[in-house]
């Protein structure tokens, strides 16, 4: 089963563009994802310039949000012009906010946050960061629930490779297959047709998952069946013994492992894109950088 880009550049994405990883480590982002966030680190490299990535974001992904750290000293941005620049270029689909590190002059600060939230209009807003980084998980989990950074969906969907497979068993007839994506509430996968017709809203009992290693059992409900090209996809809700959703036990196993499946999915197809990059010659990215300043 090949992985459809289409899937993977749905629902709102949030990236955080050259992030100071002493003040919020990226560990955090797996703690987002739990939360319902789907978001990445956009690094600095010498492989792709960073206004190419911005660019790429944009043109690539539905839904984004993008979030600079302004403390990140860049040779090529001017981040005050490029922000500018981006907003002018997308307009409303360029949702952006931004971050920086505490200062000790209050002066400086409101100056920072009058150039950006009331010069430039930014939509997601300017906020610092504090020293310690346990305090800037409250501050940036905050911001992204202000913007609304989970999109329509609660739990986000992880996009299954081969590895990601289940069992069941249905009127005495053993089932299996691969399952199509998967979250930390529901699950999918195609069947061919009238090979496991079963009625809407049905509760499965002990559902057998090999989730790249990752093997556990848990009941579900049949949610929704509809006709694919293939041939049926079936979407059914993780139930407990005696309710919705999956044993918390469970779930603290399954954040880990679908967390590093999106990652994957994710990092897989940006390399991709990168790989197919036309970079500027190095005199056109010189007269890019000089009009920025």
């Known amino acids: 089963m090949g992985i459809s880009i289409k899937e993977l550049v749905t629902g709102r994405k949030v990236f955080f563009i050259t992030p100071d990883t002493s ?31 911005v660019e790429i974001l944009l043109q690539v992904f539905n839904d984004v949000i993008l979030f600079f750290n302004i403390d990140f000293n860049s040779n090529e941005i001017n981040w005050y012009h490029f922000i500018r620049d981006i907003q002018t270029k997308y307009g409303d689909r360029a949702r952006i906010g931004v971050l920086f590190t505490k200062r000790q002059r209050k002066e400086e600060k409101l100056m920072i946050q009058k150039m950006y939230n009331f010069d430039l209009g930014i939509q997601c807003g300017c906020s ?25 969906r609660k739990n986000i969907r992880a996009i299954c490779s081969k590895s990601y497979t289940f069992s069941v068993e249905y009127n005495k007839e053993q089932y299996s297959g691969v399952l199509q994506d998967v979250s930390l509430s529901h699950f999918s996968f195609i069947m061919p047709r009238d090979q496991f017709n079963i009625p809407d809203y049905l509760k499965l009992s002990d559902f057998r998952f090999n989730l790249r290693g990752c093997v556990f059992a848990s009941d579900a409900i ?39 499946l999106m990652n994957n999915n994710f990092g897989n197809l940006i390399n991709q894109i990168y790989d197919r990059v036309e970079l500027p010659k190095p005199e056109a990215a010189d007269e890019e950088k000089s009009s920025l300043e």
């Open 222 to 260: 049949l949610i929704m069946s509809r006709p694919v090209d293939d041939g049926m996809l079936y979407v059914f809700a993780f139930a407990s013994d005696s309710s919705a959703g999956l044993d918390q036990r469970i779930t603290q196993l399954l954040i880990p492992n679908i967390y590093q």
């Open 23 to 53: 003040l919020f480590p990226k560990n955090y982002l797996e703690d987002f994802f739990a939360l319902g966030y789907e978001c990445y680190f956009i690094e600095y490299d010498k492989r792709v310039p960073l206004k190419t990535k």
């Open 128 to 152: 610092q960061l504090e020293y310690q980084k346990k305090q800037n998980f409250e501050i940036i989990e905050r911001i992204l629930a202000a913007n609304q950074a989970q999109g329509r």
